[in-house]
């Protein structure tokens, strides 16, 4: 029936009837805290264009999981920021690895805290890649690189005079050295299934409940479900990020973790932000090779791509409010363009209603007080 009989605003006329039909319902059960993991004691140390977000070392990242835990948020995923890299991630898969140290005194403090572990090598990759990288001919290593960066520029000795030229010249040869790089390098995608198999063992042995590959190699999923399987862990879930596309929006989160690539960019692995149909073709394609959920990265700018997964897929679906995400309300809102509260509860409520059921946010906290 048309106005007058219809009035919609009927039911928007105090705050009792709103919340009575409500369609799209937020709660913390709905959260994943991430949390960044780094060596040391006592470290509790502010990421500048996150702030509210910390670098922790593993005693304060039981303080934190454990208010984490107090506010409902079922669970966190971790992320490693290791004492060395190295060109094969070492650090990823060594049963002390920051991570695995963090997953056992987790579990031991707060055993009902569900943990996620990321599964990526760019944190502990001394190239910030995420996976095994080789030369389009011939492997080369990044001092191989230099070398012969520097032959081809026919650049010998230089003589320095005081710091700012030798600032100025190591800029110089840091380029050359990009350059050549660049264009001769490559994600070895097969090489690098077995660090990110044995990641996942590790991190698994470690204490870490649920295993989230990152990396956007194809064939992962199955490596990493054989793995687990071949280790005796075949009832530990995966949670693939199964559709991660290639975005300026991760750029906070790369200084959080310092895992920014020293060369290139991740556009020939990551997703085309322009492809929604090749987004359904990945996550149809990590379903078949196990994965028990499936994941959107980021989520507000493709609150498209988690809508179309939702009516397409039946396996549980998160999303990624990613750091840049976070960093523009953060900045927004110090400015004072826009409140706080209301906003971060908007973006969250807009992922919950395209269809995510489980999302991952920096906000997890603070949504959770404000439901509290």
């Known amino acids: ?62 303080k934190e999981a454990r208010e984490v835990h107090s506010l409902g948020i079922p669970a966190v995923i ?64 990044l001092g191989a690189a230099a070398r012969d960066a520097a032959v081809h520029a026919e650049r010998g000795p230089v003589a320095v005079r005081n710091e700012r030229e030798k600032e100025s010249v190591i800029d110089e040869l840091a380029a050359i050295v990009a350059r050549s790089v660049k264009s001769n390098f490559e994600i070895d995608n097969d090489a690098s299934l077995e660090l990110l198999a044995r990641t996942s063992v590790s991190l698994t042995r470690a ?34 990020y199964a559709a991660k596309f290639a975005s300026g929006f991760y750029g906070p989160f790369r200084e959080a973790a310092d895992s920014a690539p020293q060369f290139g960019d991740r556009r020939s692995y990551q997703m085309d932000g322009a492809n929604l149909r090749e987004a359904m073709r990945e996550i149809e ?30 396996l549980p679906l998160a999303a990624y409010q990613v750091s840049g995400e976070y960093a523009m309300i953060e900045a927004a809102a110090r400015n004072g363009w ?23 946010t920096y906000h997890a906290k603070d949504a959770a007080k404000l439901m509290a």
């Not at 799209?24 to 509210?52: D, Q, W």
């Not at 996620?116 to 996976?131: A, I, N, Q, R, T």
């Not at 990152?214 to 879930?237: C, H, K, Q, W, Y």
């Not at 028990?292 to 498209?304: E, F, G, N, R, T």
Request: aromatic letters at 6%.
């Open 207 to 240: 204490g870490i409940d649920i295993i989230a590959p990152s990396d956007m190699m194809d064939g992962r999923v199955a490596a990493i479900r054989r793995a687990l399987d071949e280790g005796g862990f075949n009832n530990t879930p995966i949670l693939s």
């Open 338 to 360: 826009i409140e706080r509260d209301r906003v971060m509860m908007e973006s969250l409520l807009s992922i919950r209603r395209a269809g995510a059921s489980i999302i991952l």
């Open 78 to 141: 971790l992320f490693g920021l290791p004492e060395q890299k190295d060109d094969m991630a070492t650090g990823a898969w060594a049963d002390d690895g920051v991570v695995q140290q963090a997953a056992r005194a987790l579990k031991s403090e707060v055993p009902d805290l569900i943990l996620m572990g990321d599964v990526c090598l760019c944190e502990y990759m001394s190239h910030g890649h995420c996976g095994v990288v080789k030369s389009s001919s011939t492997p080369m290593s």
């Open 1 to 62: 029936m048309a106005f007058p009989v219809t009035r919609l605003r009927r039911l928007r006329r105090t705050s009792q009837l709103r919340d009575l039909v409500r369609e799209t319902r937020l709660t913390p059960e709905a959260f994943v805290y991430p949390m960044f993991v780094c060596p040391g004691e006592g470290v509790r140390k502010e990421v500048r264009s996150m702030p509210g977000v910390f670098n922790l070392s593993v005693d304060e990242a039981v």
């Open 285 to 314: 394609l990590d379903i078949e090779e196990g994965a028990d959920m499936i994941m959107i990265k980021p989520a507000m700018p493709y609150l498209d791509v988690i809508a179309a997964a939702r009516e397409r897929f039946d």
